[in-house]
T-cell receptor, first 113, second 113 residues
Framework: RKEVEQDPGPFNVPEGATVAFNCTYS??????FFWYRQDCRKEPKLLMS???SGNEDGRFTAQLNRASQYISLLIRDSKLSDSATYLC??????????????FGRGTQLTVWP | SQTIHQWPATLVQPVGSPLSLECTVE??????LYWYRQAAGRGLQLLFY??????ISSEVPQNLSASRPQDRQFILSSKKLLLSDSGFYLC????????????FGPGTRLTVL
């Protein structure tokens, strides 16, 4: 079983749409959760950390459900510039390699005008 | 602020040739350092990580090796490249806490012919 699983998409949405990505993880001991964004042929960049209480950063909202081992990312009012691949990332938890992160394969988003 | 550098940005090498990719981090001390590979259309694969000078751990068996000669320098090497070594090589760093996000360098795109 993979550590982190995501729907690969692609998601194709018009500008202004709301889109949601989901992710599940297998290690119940994981302590840290992130969403990264990766543009074509570029390095992944941190979009936001995900906190237990849920958190919002502008048009982006992240939620964590520890009981279900489920993470989500909601993008409101989509912009053309949101087109990218979104990576769900989870750490290995206690006892794992120090700082080890597990990356999902990503969900591809295309926003069209 | 911290920055991470990688070079070269792109590289085309024949099968059987050696490889040396370099990564340096500025603006921090004692970082954890990581080498990842991303094959075309695939997820990130952790190759090596290091928690200190001379301390290297390998995640997968392969014909690659890594070294950390200085605190903020991480080198990925191969004596003889294979076609399957083609991919996007990314260096990343994190602070010493095991719960922190990782930050990536711009990557090296390697094509082995």
């Amino acid at each position: 079983r993979k550590e982190v699983e995501q729907d690969p998409g692609p998601f194709n949405v018009p500008e202004g749409a709301t889109v949601a990505f989901n992710c599940t993880y297998s290690n119940s001991a994981s302590q840290s959760f992130f969403w990264y964004r990766q543009d074509c042929r570029k390095e992944p960049k941190l979009l936001m950390s995900v906190y237990s209480s849920g958190n919002e950063d502008g048009r982006f909202t992240a939620q964590l459900n520890r009981a279900s081992q489920y993470i989500s990312l909601l993008i409101r009012d989509s912009k053309l510039s949101d087109s990218a691949t979104y990576l769900c990332v989870v750490n290995g938890g206690r006892g794992s390699t120090l700082g080890r992160l597990y990356f999902g394969r990503g969900t591809q988003l295309t926003v069209w005008p | 602020s911290q920055t991470i550098h990688q070079w070269p940005a792109t590289l085309v090498q024949p099968v059987g040739s050696p490889l040396s990719l370099e990564c340096t981090v500025e603006g921090t001390s004692n970082p954890n350092l990581y080498w990842y590979r991303q094959a075309a259309g695939r997820g990130l694969q952790l190759l090596f990580y290091s928690v200190g000078i001379g301390q290297i751990s390998s995640e997968v068996p392969q014909n690659l090796s890594a070294s950390r000669p200085q605190d903020r320098q991480f080198i990925l090497s191969s004596k003889k490249l294979l076609l399957s070594d083609s991919g996007f090589y990314l260096c990343a760093w994190t602070e010493r806490s095991p719960y922190n996000e990782q930050f990536f360098g711009p990557g090296t795109r390697l094509t082995v012919l």
